[in-house]
């Protein structure tokens, strides 16, 4: 968001003082060295000067008492040392002040607090938009955690690998399991998958969930063994990394002329599923006699967006919209017509035989299914959603999408392919945006219903929420060592809920035991309503961040708590601007540096609706000197000057490396482009970029070598050139998705871009725009309040363009009665 730098004049009692045009010395990074023993040569006190900032995305400013002050961004004045000043914030109507923070003693929510200036301070007021009351589910106020539990020891008889370790990857709830349970609360049993070298399923008891406050395993219950593992696809399964495996189930009873409840199930493939191949089937609750029948395929919908997860449809949703189709399904996956965010088809296997022939295409129906050009908001190469639920509890529901998320997001560009980075904790090839955190999408059943109805299109549609779970996740918290933690999977598994009794059990995966893959445990929410009105306040941000130990190869790094005003879920470590770890307490150990190196750090707080905070002040570390055995870190990858046929790519090292620059059409990197000198900020013009593969894309990689001859390979990366006659590259606009809101109500929301060229400057536009709805084309503001006449779907067009390039986003709003 663009800001406004005003100088400003304050009015003091004794003494009047002409504004600075300076910065404020706190905008410096604090600076850490190990390297110099000599105290600084004292100074006489400066003037101290006092910074205003207007932060967020809400609308507002900060009044100042004394003095007349309209601080509308940042604002900046020079005041006599001791002096009080007190500051106001005036919420525009439609937002909400979301506190104090900075260079004050403690972060505050009150409208009004009382400083003294005692010497140069950074204050914050944070604006954020305030949302209409909501019909849906919202996670942070009606998710009650009530603790986990283990599943059983043992494993197959037959199958030593018929096991929970590496197992959880789908789940169900059973309504009549576990009769001769105790009466305890929590009735049913649960179906869930083994590791996945088998995929045999199991059905186990559910305990009293306990809540661990210091996420130790030898609290938690553990469940009893109802039914033993067992193939319930009766060898349909042909396992292996490119064949096919079990990945979830969904019970639901008896319909049209069967005359059992049924185990339905969905095979998948990882890596390149046929678009036409059937993957879905069903079974018996019996699993020592499943009789399995299948496979089918969900209408002509490709594979890669249909055969990952399974849950079931309230009955009446379904009766209204979709009739006789009671299951749904989907994936995330993008090669082969796949969906670039998660997917859902509604069907029904009972509707078409009992059982359907083999290779049948069920009827089904496409609900969401995600484009590249408007990706589910905030996706990540890595993110893997892996079992949902149609939660209902009173007048609110909410589709939900279990699995994990990486915060090095694809719109950022920090993402990798290929073989690991020092900075990457898988060490598997493949798709990196760690640090990731399990997560929660949360879908509006209402606008799910327009596509059903054919008034939105499966794409119109974005989640409304994300459920940040990262402080409730074992793995985040157990006793291994850092190395254990980063490897270990931070991702949400298998779904079941218990719709009677409102109660949502969510497999947390590899948790248990020394080696990983470990057992998954469940953890256990209570549905129930609550406050209606969205959390959009971000946490106060983390402040006093400081090195408390340095060494040649790792730097630990404090800082005090941040406040929420809701659930503070953790924190993000950036170094050098790149997300390197999360963490749920204030302190971290980056153990990926280099010697005689200097890193700025960052920390970023985030609560369990994902509201981030602003950054903390930054803080500059160098290392001690030592054996040099590592690669560089390379960082900061992008292009620029990008034509048809030209284009250059830049990176910075930690360290003085040399560049060197493989290139050249899709797999056929074999042109090569270097300079041997020695430094840290790397460029390397290429300039015949020709024969690009059929899909018109270039792939280069980047080497940087120390003066130790420690070399560091980067992860191969792809791009397209410019179009004819344009100058560098699209940006990239947030998608907004479809919004609904009342007669009377207020619809708001602001539009966000990154530029991959990094250097442009974005600028928003609208066209088609309703009668009283406004936008503000520096800030990408939009808001509206319809009136009784506006009922009825009205489509605009949201653009952003680097002077160049543009990219464009039409959005549906719906005004309901």
Same mark, same amino acid.
């Given at each position: 968001m663009s800001r406004l730098l005003i100088s400003l004049l304050l009015c003091m009692p004794a003494l009047f003082i002409l504004p600075s045009c300076g910065s404020s010395g706190s905008d410096e990074p604090a600076q850490v060295s190990h390297?110099?023993?000599?105290?600084?040569? !004292? %100074?006489?006190? !400066?003037?101290?000067? *006092?910074?205003? $900032?207007?932060?967020?995305?809400?609308?507002?400013?900060? +009044?100042?008492?004394?003095?007349?002050?309209?601080?509308?961004?940042?604002?900046?004045?020079?005041?006599?040392?001791?002096?009080?000043?007190?500051? %106001?914030?005036?919420?525009?109507?439609?937002?909400?002040?979301?506190?104090?923070?900075?260079?004050?003693? +403690?972060?505050?929510? /009150?409208?009004s607090i009382t400083i003294t200036v005692s010497k140069a301070s950074t204050i914050t007021a944070n604006f954020s938009l305030k949302e209409s009351p909501y019909s849906c589910l919202l996670p942070e106020h009606d998710l009650l955690y009530l603790g986990a539990f283990k599943l059983p020891d043992g494993h197959g008889e037959d199958e030593p690998m018929a096991r929970w370790d590496g197992g959880g990857h789908g789940m169900t709830f059973y309504p009549e399991g576990d009769f001769g349970g105790e009466a305890d609360g929590f009735p049913g049993s649960l179906f869930s998958i083994s590791h996945t070298y088998t995929n045999h399923v199991s059905e186990f008891s559910i305990p009293v969930p306990v809540i661990s406050p210091d996420k130790n395993l030898d609290d938690l219950p553990r469940a009893t063994t109802l039914q033993p593992f067992a193939d319930i696809t009766e060898g349909r399964q042909t396992l292996g990394l490119n064949g096919t495996t079990l990945v979830d189930i969904q019970y639901y009873p008896r319909q049209g002329s069967q005359d059992s409840d049924k185990l339905y199930w969905t095979l998948y493939e990882y890596y390149m599923p046929h678009e036409d191949d059937p993957y879905h089937g069903w079974a018996e609750l019996d699993l020592s006699a499943p009789q399995s029948h299948g496979m089918w395929r969900l209408g002509d919908f490709p594979a890669a967006s249909t055969s990952k997860y399974l849950f079931d449809v309230p009955v009446s949703w379904a009766d209204t919209h979709t009739p006789g189709k009671y299951l749904a399904g989907g994936r995330y996956r993008t090669p082969n017509n796949g969906s670039w965010g998660p997917a859902l088809y509604v069907f029904g296997p009972w509707n078409d035989g009992n059982p359907p022939a083999d290779g049948c295409q069920l009827g089904a129906i496409e609900l969401l299914k995600h484009t590249s050009e408007h990706p589910v908001r905030g996706m990540g190469f890595s993110d893997d959603w892996v079992d949902g639920a149609w939660l209902t509890a009173g007048d609110r529901s909410a589709v939900v999408v279990a699995g994990k998320r990486g915060v090095r997001e694809r719109a950022g560009g920090l993402w990798t392919y290929g073989a690991p980075q020092p900075d990457d904790y898988s060490i598997s090839k493949g798709y990196h945006a760690c640090p990731d955190y399990g997560a929660l999408l949360f879908y509006d059943p209402v606008l799910i219903a327009h596509v059903a109805e054919g008034t939105l299109s499966p794409g119109d549609v974005q989640p409304y929420a994300v459920f940040n779970a990262q402080d409730l996740l074992f793995t985040a918290n157990m006793g291994l060592s850092v190395q254990d933690i980063r490897t270990r999977g931070k991702s949400l598994g298998g779904v079941g809920y218990d719709?009677?009794?409102?109660? *949502?059990?969510?497999?947390?995966?590899?948790?248990?035991? =020394?080696?990983?893959?470990?057992?998954?445990?469940?953890?256990?929410?209570?549905?129930?309503?609550? /406050?209606?009105?969205?959390?959009? $306040?971000?946490?106060?941000? !983390?402040?006093?961040?400081? +090195?408390?130990?340095?060494?040649? /190869?790792?730097?630990? @790094?404090?800082?005090?708590?941040?406040?929420?005003?809701h659930h503070l879920a953790g924190y993000i470590v950036y170094r050098d601007g790149h997300p390197i770890d999360t963490a749920i307490?204030?302190?971290?150990?980056?153990?990926?540096?280099?010697?005689?190196?200097?890193?700025? =750090?960052?920390?970023?707080?985030?609560?369990?609706?994902?509201?981030?905070?602003?950054v903390s002040q930054p803080l500059s570390v160098s290392t001690l000197s030592g054996p040099d055995t590592r690669v560089p870190l390379i960082t900061d990858i992008h292009l620029t000057d990008t034509t048809e046929t030209s284009v250059t790519v830049h990176w910075k090292t930690d360290e003085p490396t040399t560049s060197r620059i493989k290139y050249g059409a899709e797999y056929h990197d074999d042109q090569e482009v270097s300079d041997s000198s020695l430094t840290r900020t790397h460029a390397l013009s290429i300039t015949d970029l020709t024969g690009a593969s059929e899909c018109g894309s270039y792939v280069y990689r980047i080497f940087s070598t120390d003066a130790f001859g420690n070399t560091n390979s980067h992860s191969e990366k792809s791009f397209r050139p410019a179009r004819p006659m344009a100058d560098n590259q699209p940006p990239l606009l947030e998608s907004t998705g479809a919004r609904r809101v009342s007669v009377?109500?207020?619809?708001?929301?602001?539009?966000?871009?990154?530029?991959?060229?990094?250097?442009?400057? @974005?600028?928003?536009?609208?066209?088609? *725009?309703?009668?009283?709805?406004?936008?503000?084309? +520096?800030?990408?503001?939009?808001q509206w309040r319809p009136g009784p006449g506006d009922t009825g779907i009205h489509r605009m067009e949201f653009s952003v363009s680097d002077g160049d390039q543009d990219a464009s986003e039409t959005v549906a709003i719906i005004v309901e009665e």
């Open positions: 390297s110099s023993t000599h105290a600084p040569t !004292p %100074t006489p006190d !400066p003037i101290p000067t *006092l910074t205003l $900032i207007k932060a967020g995305d809400g609308s507002g400013h900060i +009044a100042c008492d004394p003095g007349i002050l309209d601080c509308q961004g940042v604002c900046r004045t020079e005041v006599e040392k001791m002096s009080t000043v007190t500051l %106001t914030s005036v919420v525009d109507e439609g937002s909400v002040f979301g506190g104090w923070s900075g260079d004050i003693p +403690a972060f505050s929510t /009150e409208s719709r009677e009794h409102n109660l *949502l059990y969510v497999l947390e995966l590899d948790v248990e035991g =020394y080696f990983s893959p470990g057992k998954p445990i469940a953890h256990v929410f209570k549905v129930s309503p609550g /406050e209606s009105v969205a959390d959009t $306040i971000p946490p106060s941000p !983390p402040s006093n961040l400081a +090195a408390t130990s340095v060494t040649s /190869e790792e730097v630990t @790094l404090t800082w005090e708590a941040a406040v929420d005003n307490v204030p302190t971290c150990t980056d153990d990926r540096v280099n010697p005689d190196a200097t890193y700025r =750090y960052t920390v970023v707080a985030f609560d369990s609706r994902n509201n981030k905070s602003l009377g109500g207020l619809v708001q929301f602001t539009l966000s871009a990154t530029d991959p060229d990094r250097g442009d400057s @974005l600028h928003f536009s609208a066209t088609g *725009l309703p009668d009283g709805a406004t936008f503000t084309p +520096a800030t990408g503001l939009f």
